[in-house]
């Protein structure tokens, strides 16, 4: 169990390193920090000074290893729109961009499991065909346009919610339906299959033989083994859920570190940016390092190896 | 007597139907592969002769008759989905936003597919450290978020629509790599491979003539998948005002167009993504279908 | 005796198939006491183990299952409640099954699930319920019991499993205990030591046994009755000496031709084999289901033929005495 935490976690920090690496020769390769920085006025040997005042002009692999060195420090150097630190712009917009995620997930995971449970008691059934539908159909919704019904329909139509904004605990119920409803699907019918293996395996039968009541074989016998795969699923899809709270977050203007990467984005705000795919690309590594390790966790076959 | 001889299974697998017949069988008995075929083939019809069937210049603008509502809230024949806020017709746009929205899919899916197989099978076939090379590679890929790249490389190359197709397709090789790593390593093991190596075929030669075709049924799967994906990816992209440009008829745009008019004219935001919605849905039911009625396990 | 513990008259079972109905098992009929060990006997797919899942009540929700009489220690279990049928299950009636490798839950430790098996019968603590499972662990012959109850399925070997399976149904002391092919997923030097140790202890306890097996060499040395199997329906029961002496439907002679029997085969001589394969059992079927592999098939077979035999030794052939004599003058 150790030795394969320990491995997984070398894994984890080798891909973290060639990420960061990979984001910054793109961005690198992409643009001119340099004329971004002037601004669209500034003459040519404007661009030129602020090239050597910075440093732009020394080779690729220099400035990586630098900007890479006051990363792991927490440094990521001086947005060029704000004028302020990355690192504090980014911890400042987290809050928003985490308690969506842990919403988002927690709202995916009371809905497609249950579901999936229920679809897997009885195949074929209506609530089996409904839940088909509903992942079908969930995962072709494209959650920019998901979002703006919900505003039509809920904030502009009943006027139950506010359409924008994180003022309050209101504020978050659309954006979590949004970016929950994206997980969803994989997790249902992920739920569905393991459920269905279990179910029809022998140490089922063993524990209605012992005269367990169905509920109990239900939860306590098949669910705990169908879960498994389950919570590694949840953990990975939270990574990718966290990725794409840029877009939930533009449509329900949440100031979350989404929200920033998409201003940051259209600002041309380089740093910002290098930083805020370092991080989301963290969370993702971070994310499926503990899935491993808690499905390890879960299964004892793996946790006495 | 004669009952019993007629009813043995052991009779009907002799004078069962043949694999052709089965696969027929299957395919028509499946309704979410006909409906999906079905949309996605009107889809592509209208796509392909979109200058035959668009009733106005997709690019025509008209100040005289702007934000004109659909026939069936009230509005004309002339333009039976209404027009946008430049008097652009937008049944005329919608047809030409399938154009694109099957272009990118269908062009980003193929870069992605190409490099995704390469190196799936790559990992499959050789295994080794070629395999953990991939693997590792297939982790990197994951680990980076894809809007969020996608968003930025596109801002910083300019979003013309080849740009946004090229930078689709370097990213989404993830899931073709994964499963062709997959079926590779289950094709490989098999027999007749064995056999042709064993009579010396080149190792070219065996991926290409015995375990390709062996592995194209998952491989059509994910092309669908991918296809879908890349059509929702650049829908959001250019939703955010970082994908294709203005004046390009993409459904994404004309969903972020129209959310400005949202709260007076909600049709303009409901019908462009209800038909990104259909399409996507149509090529997943697809994807799904064509799962199951090629599955090994439903092979009995 | 009085009454016995378990009775089952024209039990039939039905299965809904793609093209019509599978008719499994068709009216089985027997009686067994307490303490009392009855074989069923009978190759692959012949209903032995639907018979004994159907008597459990553990039979998939698609299956039907229907029976003039099916009764335990009173109580009818075609019309007992879901509530009386689980307090039946595992405290007064148990099963073994066949595959010890997959039937432990592998989340659990096979401490909790022993003790699991106790508590959901009997109101005692968790504490009093693990010292019975230490006290079964050692009965059937686990040693370091204390240590195992923290252990995982996976940890243990298959015959381990299998005698911590014996261990769980005997929790509670049941009455009746079915045991399904209890070892043929295990070594043959393991089968021998699980089979000794749950004829043993079924002696002990008093319980009555039913006891599923293909193997006639086991039954020849444990069974007080034997129910011989085939196509679903019952061709032959009756007290075990009886039906090995002078075993009277064709079927029941072609099994014991196929295996060698201590003082019966003797040296030298080749073993049998039944030639053809099993009917279908699916749609109409009627008459003698072994008229397809028998030599002594007539037309007659086709029609619904009745057991036949004196009280305890009856079996079902058209033939006055399943040709047995007619064997017995040219041996096979």
């Given amino acids: 169990m150790l030795i394969f935490i320990a491995k997984r976690l070398g894994l984890a920090i080798v891909v973290a390193f060639t990420v960061s ?129 919900l505003i039509v329909i809920f904030a502009i139509q009943l006027g139950w919610l506010p359409p924008s904004g994180a003022s309050s605990p209101m504020h978050f119920i659309m954006p979590t339906i949004v970016l929950g409803y994206y997980a969803m699907p994989a997790i249902m019918r992920l739920t569905r299959a393991g459920m269905l293996e279990v179910l029809s395996s022998e140490y089922i039968r063993t524990a209605r ?64 940016v290098q930083a805020l795919i370092l991080v989301f690309s963290m969370f993702y590594i971070v994310f499926t390092f503990l899935a491993d390790v808690l499905n390890a966790w879960l299964d004892p076959r793996m946790r006495s190896s | 007597m004669a009952t019993t001889e007629t009813n043995d299974p052991l009779l009907q697998e002799i004078t069962g139907p043949t694999p052709a017949q089965m696969l027929r069988k299957r395919v028509f008995g499946h309704q979410g592969l006909l409906i999906g075929a079905g949309v996605l083939g009107v889809l592509l019809f209208v796509a392909i002769f979109a200058p035959l069937l668009a009733p106005h210049d997709p690019y025509a603008q008209s100040l005289m008759s702007r ?50 197989t390469a190196m799936g099978v790559a990992a499959g076939y050789f295994g080794g450290r070629v395999d953990m090379v991939v693997t590792f590679l297939i982790n990197v890929r994951l680990a980076m978020p894809v809007v969020l790249v996608a968003l930025a490389v596109v801002a910083i190359l300019g979003g013309s629509l080849q740009v946004v197709i090229v930078v689709l397709g370097l990213l989404l090789w993830d899931r073709f790599a994964v499963v062709m790593r997959a079926s590779t390593l289950q094709v490989r093991g098999r027999e007749y491979v064995a056999a042709a190596r064993a009579i010396g075929a080149s190792t070219p030669r065996v991926i290409l003539s015995e375990i390709m075709p062996n592995i194209a049924n998952n491989l059509i799967v994910v092309v669908t998948l991918e296809m879908a994906h890349a059509i929702l990816l650049e829908a959001a992209l250019s939703f955010l005002g970082l994908g294709v440009q203005p004046p390009t008829p993409s459904w994404g745009l004309m969903v972020s167009e129209g959310k400005n008019m949202m709260l007076f004219e909600p049709w303009m935001v409901l ?29 009995s | 005796m009085s009454k016995p513990l378990l009775s089952v008259r024209n039990l039939t079972i039905d299965i809904p198939v793609g093209s019509g109905t599978l008719h499994a098992v068709r009216g089985i009929d027997f009686d067994l006491d307490r303490g009392e060990t009855l074989c069923i006997v009978g190759e692959s797919g012949s209903g032995k183990s639907l018979t004994s899942l159907a008597v459990m009540g553990l039979l998939g929700n698609n299956i039907r299952r229907s029976a003039d009489q099916l009764e335990f220690d009173g109580t009818d279990l075609t019309t007992a409640s879901p509530r009386t049928m689980r307090a039946l299950r595992g405290g007064r009636m148990s099963m073994i099954f066949q595959e010890p490798m997959t039937s432990l839950n592998p ?90 140790l ?135």
């Fill in chain 1, 209 to 272: 033989a012992k005269g367990a009541s169905e509920g109990r074989v239900l939860f306590r016998h098949a669910l705990r083994n169908a879960i498994i795969p389950v919570v590694s699923l949840a953990a990975v899809q939270m990574g990718f859920m966290l990725g794409g709270s840029i877009v939930v977050e533009s449509i329900f203007a949440l100031h979350g570190a989404g929200y920033l990467a998409w201003e940051s984005i259209a600002r041309n705000d380089l740093p910002t």
């Fill in chain 2, 67 to 116: 934000m004109e509502p659909p026939v069936f809230l009230g509005g004309s024949w002339e333009h039976p989905l209404g027009t946008d806020h430049l008097g652009r017709d937008y049944l005329s746009r919608l047809i030409y936003g399938a154009r694109v929205s099957l272009m990118i899919g269908a062009i980003a899916a193929l870069i992605s597919g190409v490099i995704g």
């Fill in chain 2, 271 to 299: 019908i462009p993504g209800a038909v990104l919605f259909l399409l996507v849905l149509a090529i997943n039911l697809m994807g799904d279908g064509l799962r199951d009625v090629t599955a090994p396990e439903n092979r």
């Fill in chain 3, 107 to 196: 989340a659990y430790t096979i401490g909790d699930q022993l003790v699991e098996a106790l508590l959901l019968h009997k109101p005692v603590g968790r504490k009093a319920a693990r010292a019975r499972a230490v006290e079964l662990l050692e009965k059937v012959g686990i040693t370091a019991a204390e240590s195992r109850l923290s252990q995982y399925p996976h940890q243990l070997s298959g015959g381990l499993r299998q005698r911590v399976m014996i261990a769980m149904a005997l929790m509670c002391e049941p009455e009746l205990i079915i045991a399904d092919e209890p070892t043929t997923a295990l070594d043959v030097t393991i089968q021998a030591q699980i089979l000794r």
């Fill in chain 3, 198 to 332: 749950l004829y043993d202890l079924g002696r002990e306890m008093n319980m009555a046994m039913i006891l599923i097996t293909h193997d006639l060499g086991v039954v020849a040395r444990v069974a007080d009755k034997v129910a011989v199997m085939y196509a679903g329906e019952l061709v032959e029961t009756g007290p075990a000496a009886e039906v090995f002496n002078t075993p009277s439907h064709p079927y029941t002679r072609g099994l014991l031709r196929c295996i060698p029997l201590p003082g019966k085969t003797e040296r030298g001589s080749e073993l049998g084999t039944i030639p053809g394969i099993v009917p279908s059992l699916v749609g109409d079927v009627h008459g003698c289901a072994f008229r397809t592999r028998c030599p002594y098939a007539e037309a007659a077979c086709q029609d619904t033929i009745p057991m036949h035999g004196d009280d305890s030794h009856e079996f079902r052939c058209i033939h006055a005495d399943g040709k047995r004599h007619a064997e017995e003058e040219v041996p096979a």
């Fill in chain 1, 21 to 149: 690496f990979i984001s910054f020769t793109l961005l690198f390769l992409a643009g001119d920090p340099a004329a971004a920085l002037a601004g669209e006025t500034a003459s040519g040997e404007d661009i030129e000074a602020i090239r050597k005042l910075y440093g732009f002009d020394r080779p690729m692999l220099v400035q990586y290893l630098d900007w890479l060195l006051s990363a792991v420090q927490g440094d990521f150097g001086e947005s060029y729109y704000f004028r302020l630190p990355v690192s504090s712009l980014i911890v400042e917009r987290l809050s928003v961009t985490m308690t969506l995620g842990v919403c988002g997930i927690t709202f995916a995971l009371l809905t497609a499991v249950p579901l999936g449970v229920a679809a897997a008691i009885r195949p074929n059934s209506l609530i089996d065909r409904m839940a088909l539908f509903l992942s079908v159909a969930g995962q072709a919704m494209p959650s920019f346009w998901f979002g703006l019904i």
